[in-house]
């Protein structure tokens, strides 16, 4: 995937259905979700997904008597969300995240990620 193109509201809503699924889904079992999506549109979008390189088709299974494609995220949220959001806003988030309500357990959650990080970074320069 050489550029990241932002998604848009409905295409970030439909990657989100993928990126909390654990499994391949049809376009059906995506309009089926919690999505509010009717499947002529969910169809729509996935074919722009898979233009995009967001999905790929992972398979194709039978849904009741008709063949139907598998669809499955060909890009990771953490990847999508690292490209999209700049360092420096990244940083703005992060320092609200820490001084809003944030939990001991996940401000304990992150600094072990850092240390970890840290700790990785120390050994590469040596």
């Known amino acids: 995937m050489n550029a990241i193109q932002k998604l848009t509201n409905g295409e970030e809503k439909i990657m989100r259905i993928f990126w909390d699924s654990n499994q391949p889904l049809s376009a059906r079992e995506v309009a089926r979700s919690k999505?509010?999506?009717?499947?002529?549109?969910?169809?729509?979008?996935?074919?722009?997904?898979?233009?995009?390189?967001?999905?790929?088709?992972?398979?194709i299974t039978y849904s009741r008597t008709v063949l139907t494609r598998q669809y499955e995220?060909?890009?990771?949220?953490?990847?999508?969300?690292?490209?999209v959001v700049s360092k420096s806003t990244?940083?703005?988030?992060?320092?609200?995240?820490?001084?809003?309500?944030?939990?001991k357990e996940e401000l304990k959650e992150m600094t072990e990620m850092m240390e970890k990080k840290l700790k990785e970074?120390?050994?590469?320069?040596?």
């Open 35 to 59: 999505s509010g999506i009717n499947q002529n549109l969910v169809q729509a979008v996935l074919r722009k997904l898979v233009a995009k390189k967001f999905v790929k088709v992972s398979g």
């Open 73 to 83: 995220p060909a890009i990771s949220e953490e990847d999508y969300y690292s490209f």
């Open 90 to 103: 990244f940083k703005k988030l992060f320092a609200h995240f820490v001084s809003q309500d944030s939990s």
């Open 121 to 126: 970074l120390d050994s590469q320069e040596r």
